[in-house]
């Protein structure tokens, strides 16, 4: 089916009651950064001692890149598994993508303590190669450069640059390659991130297995992902419903749920530690909140009808997206413990700037799509 | 379309099951401790919580009174090792916490800093280098010139050594460099200079492991010598009974051994101290990343593979060209 | 002990600077200095200065065993009172061999009048250690042991006070291998009597209990060894001038270094503080001020007020610290660091709440809209 679909701006209004609130949410973590910028991070957030990483880091990064793996999942389907039907759907997760990767990285910087030795990563000298931390940086610095560079089709025909589109577009396949080889490293190594943690990691939550386990996640998420992106494109700006070829691309998705699954409760078997599950503890509720969360698609989408349904396939994607959400919360936060006593809960400040992060770049999302030819071609409300 | 499916099925199984086999990756052993290695060998049997330690690590750090101890403090009371702090006693009670040294209704003192691990997580953690072991002496320094302020460290280290200052526009990270910035005017760690019992004592490492096994094997009781401030330095001993330990040296072996090795009289775990494996962390998260990583031989493959299969099966976007090579499946 | 001996007669304040030969702000000096001593408050000075108006003074009876007359040498030093203006004054001292024109059988007379006299009345003060061994034959005052003669002597009188560290527990004398057999009152008598130790003591913790025993008519409180708690209760450490050094770990190493001259903490040096009991650098001696004590000089304590300290350590040897109890304020090994934010707390729930809500319009949404797509099935969506 090698249907070109054509793709234009969506137009309308830019300036809408829902633009103006996400504005507004922008705005106050812009000041809040102020702030932090020029009082330190103790100033806005809970950070202390026992947790040096909060939300910032274990939402914004790690959930908020793998949130943003819809580029990932469909560059991986339609062009490494050649599922040209999938193809309407690519755009628009990749910018989804771009915005996401883009905002985990400026919230790697403003969570940096020194930011201005930000360039060290990448400099022979001071570079540490052994470092998880290093290859991780250096893999989503690069999937975003990769990402802008798979976008700039849009902006190329956008501005009328068909010439160098074209010679763009003989190339693409390497960066199509690279855009599916950086996040399988980068993803994978966000969980080995936690491998040198050792003891502080709750047992439910530290195998060797982390960055499978957070790999998977990561391609379920895209898929869950673009589902929960098109369902919410088609309810708020009412365009017609993409159901069907979101009922196939469940099925994918379904299967490598499953997998996961087998792969996820395999370990906690292998390794003997299930029993920690069962224990009155706080890890114990939030292991099953996760869990649950991965299981009840399983339920949800068994059968090929359920599959059909819009409404199913959106409860589901959102279920994927707390369960991997809470897979990393509980491995970063939850599960994380130094000892002495230490506390935390993100603060006031510290989850308003999360959320006007989310707000920006739900906001750039719609401002793209109304101005760039990234939809689907549709007739429009 | 066949081609397409085995091309990637090789690929998925050669990276899935590498990924999967990271419980047996390839495991770099535990690094080994320089011969040369400086250290402290803490005894907590003698130790009588007095902080002169304490105070004398602040004077010759300037470090400022701790955030702990309130905004204009009159005493500086830390509760914990901070950006501030670098080195602290704590204290162990129990019950009426009376018997020195005694576990039920008793009390004793912990001293907690840096331990100079021979192989540390922080080294290992660092992406720019800013942590670093002394291929000499062993000591961890730490490089505010390189820090990036991410805090991998303060969240890696087991012993919770690396703080942070969260409450500057310019924070560094602060820990124990044992006092390295001292040793060129024949000074050496401040804490061991002014331990008034010895409970602190600087040295080799190798000397100082000795001595404490020396110590574990006296009979409780048995008048013996203690030295103090540095081992094979001017004589300041002083000869007392020798305490009853519990029979271990705490940073024997714990995550491949620590360059500060403790004695106790109290089970360690209680003085919060856990028992931890020989096989340090840096190095299992190391083995990960080298039997995935390395030299990018993996990486390289799989792109290899990658880039074949895009490159047959790239669609273009534009409107007008739809004569190319993919084929769509339902 | 507890009844009251005396007969606390007026007089005038006039009457008592006249008969005493000094000024009555000189007096009331005193008194007030006495109070401060025993620790009383500012009031019990009116009551030690009535009692001092008191014409009928107590018979004391002093003894002297195996002693280096040190306790009273030590005494004799005081200046506030003088011992001859005022003590002699107020007491009237029986028996006291040092202090005695007379000598020989004359004196030993005169104390066994004056025992019989005031029997039951007395106060008797023993300085020195008694010898027990072989009978007693060590130490012999006109042909009688000094376990006999303490023995005659306790028998009758009405208090009993060990002076010096000799007569509190053995003292010099009982140090190892304590040939003759030098024991403390207590021991040879076999009861608890007041001790005053010190190798001298201060010569006011001895003053402040008589005149605390001549104020109220009972000796002042005492811990388990008999010592009055008001200059023995606390450790010298806990009242050192030179505790902020041993606190920020500035030490002298060696006599005449940097440390010892720039007055740092004793300790390493072997002072003994950490482990005794006594008021020395509250007080100080010879009445020139509080650094007026070995350690203000110089020289660590050697702990002669503490049984088992003073002169049985070796005196450059490390005290053990006697901590009680590690303060309140110690950071324990575990302690709750880190802020709850319940405000976080509100706003997280109320996003998720919100988030949830969303999902649910959306999804009640996708269903209806559902309801008129479902009919295209599974076939491509058809270019407009």
């Known amino acids: 089916m090698a249907n070109a679909h054509a793709v234009a701006p969506l137009g309308g209004r830019l300036v809408t009651p829902v633009t103006v609130v996400l504005a507004g949410l922008t705005a106050i973590a812009g000041v809040i950064l102020l702030f932090r910028f020029f009082f330190g991070l103790g100033a806005v957030t809970n950070i202390n001692d026992g947790f040096p990483w909060g939300i910032w880091i274990a939402y914004d990064v790690m959930v908020g890149s793998a949130l943003a793996c819809g580029g990932y999942a469909m560059a991986l389907l339609v062009y490494i598994f050649n599922r040209g039907e999938y193809h309407p759907l690519v755009r628009p997760a990749l910018l989804a993508s771009l915005f996401g990767y883009t905002l985990a990285g400026a919230s790697v910087i403003f969570d940096l303590g020194r930011w201005w030795n930000v360039w060290h990563i990448f400099w022979p000298g001071y570079a540490q190669i052994n470092s998880v931390m290093f290859e991780v940086a250096v893999c989503i610095t690069a999937y975003i450069v990769v990402m802008w560079i798979e976008f700039s089709p849009v902006f190329l025909e956008k501005l009328g640059m068909k010439d160098v589109k074209r010679k763009l577009n003989k190339l693409l396949f390497f960066f199509i390659a690279l855009g599916v080889l950086l996040p399988s490293m980068h993803q994978s190594s966000l969980g080995s991130l936690l491998v040198v943690f050792g003891y502080q990691v709750h047992p439910l939550w530290q195998t060797m297995l982390l960055p499978l386990l957070f790999l998977m996640t990561a391609i379920l998420l895209g898929f869950a992902v673009v589902i929960f992106e098109a369902s919410l494109v088609s309810v708020g700006f009412k365009r017609p419903g993409e159901t069907s070829i979101l009922a196939r691309l469940s099925r994918i998705m379904y299967w490598t749920l499953a997998a996961y ?16 599950a069962f224990a009155p503890t706080l890890e114990a509720l939030m292991f099953w909140v996760e869990m649950l969360a991965f299981a009840a698609p399983l339920v949800l989408l068994a059968s090929e009808s359920s599959r059909g349904r819009a409404s199913r396939l959106f409860v589901s994607a959102v279920l994927l ?15 994380y413990e130094t000892g002495s006593g230490y506390h935390y809960f993100p603060s006031v400040p510290e989850l308003l700037v999360t959320i006007g992060l989310v707000a920006f770049e739900v906001l750039a999302y719609i401002v793209f799509v109304r101005t760039l030819p990234v939809l689907p071609k549709h007739a429009t409300h | 379309m066949s ?47 007095c902080k002169a330690c304490v105070a004398a690590c602040k004077r010759v750090n300037g470090l400022a009174p701790d955030p702990t101890s309130g905004d204009d403090p009159l005493w500086d009371v830390p509760l914990d090792m901070s950006a501030y702090t670098y080195n602290v006693i704590k204290v162990y009670k129990s019950g009426t916490a009376v018997h020195k040294d005694q576990e039920t209704d008793g009390y004793a003192f912990m001293k907690q800093s840096c331990l100079h691990c021979v192989d540390p997580s922080c080294v290992s953690a660092c992406p720019v280098s800013a942590m670093l072991k002394d291929p000499v002496t062993g000591i961890v320094s730490y490089d505010a010139g390189a820090c990036i302020g991410c805090r991998y460290c303060v969240a890696a280290c087991p012993f919770g050594v690396p703080r942070f200052e969260y409450n500057k526009a310019l924070p560094k990270i602060g820990k124990c460099e044992l006092c390295r910035h001292r040793m060129a005017d024949g000074h050496y760690a401040a804490c061991a200079e002014v331990c008034p019992t010895g409970a602190t004592l600087y040295g080799k490492v190798t000397d100082l492991m000795a001595e404490a096994r020396r110590r574990l094997a006296l009979k409780p009781g048995e008048k013996t010598v203690f030295p103090r401030g540095q081992l094979g330095g001017p004589d300041q001993s002083y000869s007392a009974p020798a305490p009853k330990y519990i029979p271990q040296v705490y940073g024997e072996k714990e995550l491949g051994g620590t360059q500060m090795i403790k004695l106790a009289s109290v089970p360690f775990d209680k003085l919060g101290h856990r028992p931890l494996p020989e096989r340090s962390y840096a190095s299992i998260s190391e083995g990960l990343q080298h039997t995935l990583y390395s030299y990018l031989i993996l990486p390289a493959a799989v792109l290899g593979v990658l880039g074949v299969v895009a490159k047959r099966n790239a669609k273009h976007d534009d409107d007008d060209d739809d004569g190319s090579a993919g084929r769509g499946r339902k | 002990m507890n009844e009251i001996i005396f007969d606390l007669e007026t007089g005038s304040d006039a009457g008592v600077a006249e008969r005493l030969g000094i000024s009555r702000r000189e007096f009331l000096k005193f008194c007030a200095a006495t109070a401060a001593t025993l620790g009383l408050p500012a009031s019990a000075e009116a009551a030690i200065a009535k009692a001092m108006e008191s014409a009928k003074r107590p018979s004391v009876i002093w003894l002297h065993f195996q002693e280096c007359t040190g306790c009273t040498e030590s005494l004799l030093r005081a200046e506030h009172p003088t011992l001859d203006k005022l003590i002699l004054d107020v007491i009237s001292l029986d028996y006291h061999e040092t202090l005695f024109a007379a000598a020989g059988h004359q004196v030993e007379a005169a104390r066994k009048t004056a025992m019989k006299a005031n029997k039951g009345k007395y106060v008797l003060v023993v300085e020195g250690a008694i010898p027990v061994k072989d009978k007693g034959i060590y130490c012999k005052v006109g042909g009688q042991t000094a376990v006999d003669m ?4 306790a028998a009758d009188a009405a208090a009993v006070i060990a002076i010096g560290s000799c007569a509190a527990w053995g003292g010099m004398p009982a140090t190892d291998p304590n040939p003759t057999g030098a024991s403390s009152v207590a021991e040879v008598l076999g009861k608890p009597v007041v001790t005053i130790p010190g190798c001298p003591p201060n010569p006011y913790n ?59 903490c004793l300790y ?25 004590w070995p350690v203000g000089c110089g020289h660590p304590c050697i702990g002669c007020t503490e049984k088992g300290v003073g002169f049985t350590k070796p005196i450059h040897a490390l005290a053990k610290v006697k901590n009680i109890e590690p303060p309140a304020s110690y950071p324990g090994v575990s302690e709750e660091q880190g802020k709850v934010s319940l405000g976080g707390a509100a706003l997280l729930a109320a996003v998720a709440g919100a988030a949830a809500g969303a999902a649910i319009h959306v999804a009640k949404k996708l269903d209806k809209d559902d309801g008129g797509t479902k009919s295209e099935g599974k076939k491509p969506r058809a270019e407009p």
């Open chain 3, 150 to 153: 303490l023995k005659e002597c």
């Open chain 2, 3 to 49: 081609i397409n499916r085995r091309d990637f099925l090789k690929g998925a199984l050669a990276g899935g099951a590498l990924l999967g086999m990271g419980a047996e990756a390839e495991a770099r052993p535990n690094k080994t401790m320089p011969p040369q290695a400086l250290g402290l060998l803490f005894d907590s049997a003698l130790c009588i919580g």
């Open chain 1, 261 to 276: 699954m087998a792969v996820r409760v395999g370990d906690l078997v292998w390794r003997g530690v299930l029993g920690a």
């Open chain 3, 206 to 264: 001895f003053l402040a209990t008589v005149v605390h025993f001549l104020t109220f008519g009972s000796l002042p409180a005492v811990d388990a060894l008999g010592r009055p708690l008001f200059a023995y209760s606390r450790l010298i450490h806990e009242n050192c001038e030179r505790r902020a050094h041993f606190d920020a770990g500035r030490f002298a190493i060696e006599f005449g270094d940097e440390g010892h001259r720039k007055g740092y």
């Open chain 3, 268 to 292: 390493k040096l072997g002072c003994k503080g950490p482990e005794t009991y006594a008021n020395c650098p509250v007080i100080g001696f010879g009445d020139v001020g509080e650094v007026s």
């Open chain 1, 321 to 335: 997206m707390l369960g991997g959400f809470m897979l990393r919360i509980n491995g970063f936060l939850v599960g």
